[in-house]
């Protein structure tokens, strides 16, 4: 299971990304925080989305390494906690008017696959956490 822990892990590391990409750094954070375009509102949920990743990702990673005996139930919490804000941005697309870029900023914005960075990085580790939860089940 250890493996799998550290897989876990990764992914709840990259829950801090949402606060890193659109706050923090400039090219990605003025198309999400630091846009004028978009009204306080939006700006709102931006912010609330980024702390739910950040404190998503503190408390799976506490559970992972806080834990002194990591059973399965637990290392399956840890992973649903890790993993909700990755499979919430893999559905959102599902509701009308979203869209994983800004029409504004589709030209300039590499898309590796065919696809926009943060749909790649969300597909990824949705996988990541599947392979982390066959390695801890069959452990």
């Known amino acids: ?24 750094v400039p090219a990605s954070a003025r198309q999400h925080l630091f846009n004028p375009h978009w009204p306080p509102h939006a700006k709102f949920h931006n912010a609330q989305t980024m702390l739910m990743g950040l404190v998503s990702g503190i408390l799976s990673l506490a559970i992972l390494f806080g834990t002194p ?28 008017g979203t869209a994983w870029m800004d029409p504004a900023f589709a030209p300039g914005t ?14 990824v580790l949705c996988g990541v956490v599947i392979v982390a939860i066959v390695l801890a089940v069959s452990a």
């Open 1 to 24: 299971m250890e493996i799998a822990r550290y897989l876990i892990a990764l992914v709840a590391v990259f829950n801090f990304g949402g606060l890193v990409a659109d706050a923090i």
């Open 69 to 96: 005996s990591l059973s399965l139930p637990v290392f399956l919490l840890a992973a649903a906690i890790a993993a909700n804000y990755f499979v919430t941005m893999a559905l959102a697309p599902l509701f009308p």
């Open 110 to 123: 590499p898309r590796p696959l065919g696809l926009a960075p943060q749909q790649l990085i969300t597909y």
